[in-house]
């Protein structure tokens, strides 16, 4: 169990909940914003179930093109379409036996719900091109950071296809809601960063523990470590000071518009944004004009 999230003393009901359900067969959908580890919790339940000795798959649904769905997910032949030169097994095969982790299922397109739901409930799949029919014996675990019931209701999102996947709900609380663990989040990375970078960094100074503590953090533990990261890197004595996290009002610092790249623009125009949004994907998305899915290939692409 990775040690930032057994410490979190807020977690702990999270904690409780996944020893309960971990060992169950239960569907099981994590919900919180971009960031609050939702995949960590889908392997600590994957860890804590009778399926930890088989695979657990990983897909991120918002990253997956709607062509390809079908065949990611179920597999195809060969010469089923243009491109398809050779047997492939989908996402489903591929887990049997285990557990396939799903995020950002509220990416996943309308009409391929009910192909995702079929198979949910029959255990039951045919390769594209393909009439064999395959059975597969899969948990599934789901990750979202939106309302699910509310998509429902506007008709973005299968209503059974949500009673399916969503047996037990955990929902993980922003970094704004359980500031008490950052004295131990940053504890925690700091730690395992400088073994990393071979640095001498001992702690935080009184002024940069208060800037955290005070910061939104939009991005949440991600944005929480990458910010350890950069700090510890740019930190020249023992203790990480204020001007080294690069946060809130510490930006003194950053170059001048002019001097900044493309790239280095994009990156802040988002962060601002999605610190206006309190971290809300959707709203951030619209507000820069993209869709979820072209927000979140960019924001993996900055690391944010």
Not at 32 to 53: D, F, N
Not at 54 to 59: G, Q, T
Not at 80 to 101: K, N, P, Q, V, Y
Not at 150 to 157: D, I, Q, R, S, T
């Amino acid at each position: 169990m990775p040690d930032f999230v057994a410490s979190a003393a807020s977690m702990q009901p999270v904690l409780e909940l996944i020893a309960r359900v971990g060992p169950s067969d239960a569907n099981v959908l994590i919900t919180g914003e971009h960031g609050t580890g939702k995949e960590i919790v889908a392997r600590l339940l994957h860890a804590a179930s009778p399926r930890a000795r088989m695979p657990l798959v990983a897909v991120n649904a918002a990253g997956l093109p709607e062509g390809t769905f079908e065949s990611e997910f179920f597999g195809h032949v060969k010469g089923a379409f243009t491109d398809a030169r050779a047997d492939r097994i989908g996402r489903f095969e591929l887990a049997s036996g285990g557990t396939l982790f799903l995020d950002e299922i509220a990416n996943v397109p309308l009409r391929q719900q009910a192909k995702l739901l079929r198979v949910l409930e029959t255990g039951e799949l045919e390769r594209v091109g393909s009439s064999q029919t395959r059975r597969v014996d899969v948990r599934l675990l789901c990750a979202t950071n939106a309302q699910l019931q509310e998509e429902a209701k506007a008709g973005n999102f299968r209503e059974d296809l949500l009673f399916r996947i969503n047996t037990v709900e955990i929902r993980l609380p922003p970094l704004r809601e359980r500031r008490e663990d950052i004295p131990l989040l940053a504890q925690h990375f700091l730690s395992r960063l400088r073994t990393r970078y071979r640095k001498q960094v001992h702690g935080f100074s009184a002024p940069a523990m208060q800037l955290m503590m005070q910061y939104p953090w939009p991005g949440n533990v991600r944005e929480f470590e990458h910010s350890i990261e950069r700090a510890l890197l740019l930190s020249t004595g023992e203790e990480i000071e204020p001007a080294n996290l690069s946060i809130g009002g510490q930006r003194a610092g950053a170059p001048p518009l002019e001097s900044m790249s493309i790239e280095e623009m994009e990156v802040a125009f988002i962060r601002r944004v999605l610190r206006r949004c309190d971290g809300n994907i959707s709203q951030a998305a619209e507000s820069l004009g993209l869709s979820r899915a072209a927000l979140y290939r960019r924001m993996e692409k900055y690391g944010l």
